[in-house]
Nanobody, 115 residues
Framework: QVQLVESGGGLVQAGGSLRLSCVLS????????IDWFRQAAGKQREVVAS???????GYADSVKGRFTISRDNTKNTVYLQMNSLKPEDTAVYYC?????????WGQGTQVTVSS
């Protein structure tokens, strides 16, 4: 079992920045990858950034050059630094941990970008 707790969301003006945090606990040694997803109202959940256990990174085209995923193993935390935010980035952001074929999810944190 893996538990995830996100924080850092909020209201920001377009062009601003936020840093989301995802604190991991439980059987974190078994995690193969961590993803940040987002789900806007009325839309499907989509992956925005990924980091593998080996450190490999991946980003959705819509956030490349603006978002950065990173991790601090000493704090069991994965971050999503979001810069140059746009109104279309407004969504609930979720942290996901993959353990084999099982996905674990956090509760989500709301990000709202005003124009």
């Amino acid at each position: 079992q893996v538990q995830l707790v996100e924080s850092g969301g909020g209201l920001v003006q377009a062009g601003g920045s936020l840093r989301l945090s995802c604190v991991l606990s439980g059987s974190i040694f078994s995690i193969t990858a961590i993803d940040w997803f987002r789900q806007a109202a009325g839309k499907q959940r989509e992956v925005v950034a990924s980091i593998s256990s080996g450190g490999g990174l991946g980003y959705a085209d819509s956030v490349k050059g603006r978002f950065t995923i990173s991790r601090d193993n000493t704090k069991n935390t994965v971050y999503l630094q979001m810069n140059s935010l746009k109104p279309e980035d407004t969504a609930v952001y979720y942290c996901n941990a993959r353990v084999g074929d099982v996905d674990y999810w956090g509760q989500g944190t709301q990000v709202t970008v005003s124009s």
